[in-house]
């Protein structure tokens, strides 16, 4: 596996951490649509990404999700490193978005490394800027974008984090994920192919307009 580290995480991290990492890490394939982690399951490691995309959701107290953001290769959670500094039980909901290729590392070792690797501080601290980013930018969505604008920057997101313009999916599986009704995405999923900016195929969507 440490060819795989080098060739993500080569560019972040010095040999030594590196070797580190290779050392404690242990590789998990996780097939697309599977559950990695769920809200109020403890977390024992944090994920570094080789292939594929996750998508982070939360949970209302009626039990509806909505995505907070996807990550991709080279990419960690950050809300879970913080879960691991807090409570110990994770807070997010994380479902592979495709077939996924990764590291778990033990939460034990990601305070140590914070003191004694500068890569690794400046990865975790960049992770947390990266992903409050992505916060904002879904809270400013829901704020102030109409539904048919939320519902395109949701297909663009998913064609690029899984670097396909199909995306094999359903309306109501698109309505959970925006926290809405499967009635509503499908008044607006035929709008927007009337637009000519998507193609409805059974189950499955084509962006045309990236």
Known sequence: ???KLEQHYGYLFEPELLDAINKVGVPRSVKQ?????????????MPLLFEGAIKILREDDDGDELLLYFLEKGDTCAMTFTCCLGSGTSEIRAIAETDIEMMMIPVAC???WMQEYRSWRKFVLDSYHERMH???ETVDSIAFMRMDERLMRYLKDKAMVTHDDVIQTTHLEV??????????????LKRLEKEGKIEL?????????L
């Open 134 to 136: 992505e916060l904002l």
């Open 1 to 3: 596996m440490y060819e």
């Open 201 to 209: 195929n059974r189950n499955s969507i084509k962006v045309l307009a």
């Open 110 to 112: 990601m305070d140590k």
């Open 175 to 188: 309505a959970q994920d925006m926290h809405t009704s499967r009635v509503v995405i499908s008044r607006l």
């Open 33 to 45: 649509g599977e559950k990695i982690m769920d809200i109020g399951q403890t977390i024992t490691a």
